[in-house]
Every structure is written in C-alpha cells, then in structure tokens.
C-alpha cells in the first residue's frame, strides 16, 4: 500500500496524451510501470490481428490521438436507442438519456467539461439533469472531470471499488474526488429504465470497468459493450511488478471477461477502440446503422490481446535474460 501512490501516479501521468512521452521519460520509480518497456519513443513489439498491423507505440497513438485531439469536440450525434455520443476526438463521453435524467459515462480532462456540457445542450438535453456520472477506468483522461461534472450537476458518482484508491489520488486543483457508490463486479445501475452492468476488466487499471447495456432500434433490443481499456499502454509493467505482483493475470481476467459478453454495438473509452470515425462517416451517408458491429467488437478484442501477450512474452524475456 505504501508504493502505491507512485505507481498509481505513473499510470495517470502515462495516459495523458499531451505528456505522454515527457513522463514515460520522466518516469524513473523502480517499482512503477515504466520498469520495463516505454522510456522513449521505441516502438515496442508489433502484431497483426486480421490484416492490421500494430506496434505497442502505434497502437497507443491510435487511441489517444494528436495532441488537439483529446480537447477537440467530436460531433455530438446519436449512438443507437437512448445512446449518445458527447466527447471529444480522442476522449470518448456517453450519454444515456432516461425520463428520469441521465446517465455520463466518463467526464474526461476536467478541462474538457464545458465541452461535454455543450455537446449535450446541442443534442437538445440539459446537462443539470446528468443524474448519475460513472467512468471506464481510474487515468486522468477519463475521469479528471468528475469532481467538476459533479459541481455543475449534482450528479451520483459511482466507481468501481478497486478503482477507488487512484481516483482518490485525482485532485484536479486540490478538488477532492468525489464519489457516492462504490461498486463491485456485477453491480448495476439503473435510471429510467435503463440498467447497466459494471464488469471489472482490470490490467490497464485496478478498477477498469467495461459497462454493457442494452439498446432498443426499430424493434429489435441490441447489447452494447463500453469497453473501459484492454490497452497496454508503453510503460507498463507485466513482470516483476511490485505494486501490482498480478497484474498479467489481472489483464488475463479482463480478456477472459471481454469474450464472454454478448455484443452488437461495441463502443470504448477512446472512440478509436471502434473505429468512429469511420462509423461516423458511414451513418452521414444514410443506411444500416454502422455501429451495430459484433464482428468489429472481437477484433478490437483481438487486437488488444495479441499485443498484451506481445509485450508479456518481450518483458518476460528480458527478465529471463537479466536473470542469467
Ligand atoms: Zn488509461
């Protein structure tokens, strides 16, 4: 426990895009995630899943986009049923609207509030009825804004419990993080109607909750997963990691989990895990709604597990090499 504040720092200081590189460099604690791989710009293992080709780095780069992209508003639109889309580029934020109020998946960079808050006025919704805020995993990108989201809303903070301890280290100008729920695998939360359920799917973060839901379109109900990471992000620690000793395991867990859920419409805590842009794109242009996409859901699965075996298999030699 007492290591655990460096390491849960490494991680918040690894996510953030715009200082990614500096605090990967900077990031010299023996015991936190940059111990193995991710002192600079290597590129790190590569890996093609189905014709896609990726490096620990480039993989990485996808999800957190260019340095504007995670402060740059993506068009706010309509998902499927009661499911929208307000976050930014790279940051992805999901709103589910009840007649009871409404429900914030992942307030992202405190800075980025506003954004959220306007994106959810442009699709016609008022921002004071977020009655409930919950979020995909404990790393500032995600979740620095949830003090202020609750500031502005009133809203019910709900985080899963293994989470709980790095939220808690998130203090966005001294703001102590609130949160009113803690939850554990399996929970759900329910508003108007609608029910999610919080699956931990740890490794990219203790607590790291991917939440599945279901979606009524034209008759039909769809099962949509909100992935929270499957990411192993340069400068993580799979071997020999003192703060977290299983964290192989934990990730093993999570991908164990990821393929059990049932789902139509994957959706992730960067909008890059399915391909929005594209999707986005396709949806302009009229036809089957493009995010009802099963076959895209194991593929980002895929992706992401070939390349945590990846760097498991580097890191596990490099300690066997060391220790001859
Ligand atoms: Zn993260």
Redesign the pocket.
Known sequence: MTRQPAALWS?VVV?CAVCAIRAIAAEQTPAGPAAGRGRGQEPGPTITVHGHTFTQQSLFQRNIGGRDDQTTQFPPHKIIGNIYYVGTKSLAAFLIVTPQGNILVNSTYERNVPIIQKSVEQLGFKFSDTKILLG??A?G??QEGDALVKELTGAQVMAMAEDVPALRAMKPGGKEHPIDRVLHDGDTVSLGGTTLVAHLTPG??RG?TTWTLKAPENGKTYDVVIIG?F?T?PGFQLVNNADVPDIAGEFKRAFAVARKLPCDVPLG?HPAMYSLDEKYAKRAAGGPNPFIDPAGYTLEVDIAEAMFLAVLAEQQKAAASRGR
């Open positions: 991680c996510a995909s995993h790393h990108d995600h990219h973060s790291c990471s990411g992000n805590s």
